[in-house]
């Protein structure tokens, strides 16, 4: 068939194969440079997910055992101790327990007041409770400044424990 051909055809066959050559390695090569981008973007992203779960991971092995949920009476026995430690005085101090929904958890509720306390022994007294104990947390936590000029407050606050029986 090549025989067949003229000279001009057989030149302008070898010139569109030539174009046709050239279109197909151009279109490739941007084909193959647009996947390299997407796989180097996509390691990038990987290797910072990476690095959080990493960090998260220290995080979380960082955070202290603290043991079982403690039950009514450990619950008042740590509150107590932790008052008396930091040589904390409350007008009023007690405790209920709530049921929550229809399963068998109840939520064991201290509330506690003060008048005339000083913020920061407050404020360590709610770290040593939250942050050292386990299931722990402040529901409530109501500050008022009674007299203005003066650093005390009075202070009303709720902790409390989930508990299953």
């Keep these: ?27 490739l090569f941007r084909m193959i440079a647009k996947k390299r981008s997407e796989l180097r973007l996509s390691l990038e992203r990987s290797r910072s997910e990476l690095q959080t779960i990493i960090r998260l991971k220290d995080s979380i092995s960082s955070i202290p055992n603290v043991g ?15 008052l008396q430690e930091l040589k904390l005085t409350p007008n009023n101090i007690r405790d209920r327990e709530e049921r929550i929904g229809k399963g068998n958890s109840n939520m064991i509720i201290i509330d506690l007041s003060f008048n005339g306390i000083d913020l920061q022994k407050l404020f360590q007294f709610v770290y040593e409770i939250e942050y050292n104990q386990k299931g722990i947390k402040i529901k409530e936590l109501l ?12 202070v009303r606050m709720s902790i409390y424990v989930n508990t299953v029986e």
């Design 1 to 27: 068939m090549w025989s067949k051909l003229n000279q001009r055809e057989r030149m302008l066959l070898m010139v569109s194969s030539f174009l046709v050559f050239i279109l197909l390695s151009v279109f």
């Design 68 to 82: 079982t949920i403690p039950n009514r009476n450990q619950f008042l026995t740590l509150v107590t101790q932790k």
């Design 143 to 154: 500050i008022r400044k009674p007299l203005p000029g003066r650093d005390i407050f009075d």
